[in-house]
């Protein structure tokens, strides 16, 4: 569903930030990518979303090369960005209804699922006012909802718990589990261990560049007395 093979990435064509990245999320599988400050994990994002090019190695998503097919793989996912940056002056409804354009979504669709994450997330009463007048959560949320309405095969958010009340995290755990249910795909980074120990069915943990382990969380555990953030911290703890 989504296979990074042997991924490199070098910001200045003499150090490598991201090395020799190999990994496969499956289909109807909510993987959660960890790492330290500076690990990698938004170049790796930005990679499989297109925005930067690998240095070297193939991203396939949905079947595609996003490299050679960028309109095929694009059409198979969405992407929330670590930074809720969207147009200011339009209003979220129209924000939401740009999203639909531009992935199709039928009339019928697009009003139900609207509805459904825009009140469940609160944000349904302000979608007739201009996104300059929301806050960074509510800008945030109203992403969310954007990524989620067209139904994709693979939702792809990079630190989406930031700027999140509990509440509002809640909601969003609980559709990434929802759609993962429906056989859709979530491939998430955090650094919210107890959200990636309590969602995901697998974790990667990258360090330094390095994909260190993609794993079970109990695997990664390898005991039922510790916690992935002990795990993770002894992994990832320099010499
Ligand atoms: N545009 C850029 N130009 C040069 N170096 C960059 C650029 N963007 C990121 N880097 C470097 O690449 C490395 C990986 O950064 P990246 O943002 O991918 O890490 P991250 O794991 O997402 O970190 P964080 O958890 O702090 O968000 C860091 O050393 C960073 O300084």
Known sequence: ???????SKS???????VENISLEVKKGEIMGFIGPNGAGKTTTIKMITGILSPSSGIIKVNGFDISKSPVEAKGSFTYVPDYPAIFDSIKGI????????MYDVSVEMRKERIEKF??????YDALTQPVNSYSHGM?????????LLPKPEIFILDEPMVGLDPYSAKILKDLMKEHCDNGGTVFFSSHGLEVVENICDRVAIIHKGKLIVCDTVENIKKSDDTTLEKVFLEM????
Not at 1 to 7: E, N, R
Not at 118 to 123: G, L, S, V
């Open 11 to 17: 910001y200045d064509k003499q150090k490598n930030v």
């Open 94 to 101: 129209d924000y939401l209804n740009f999203i639909g354009d």
């Open 1 to 7: 569903m989504l296979v990074l093979k042997d991924v």
């Open 139 to 147: 800008k945030q949320k109203l992403i969310i909802s954007g990524a």
């Open 236 to 239: 990832t703890k320099d010499e």
């Open 118 to 123: 825009t009140k469940e997330f609160q944000i």
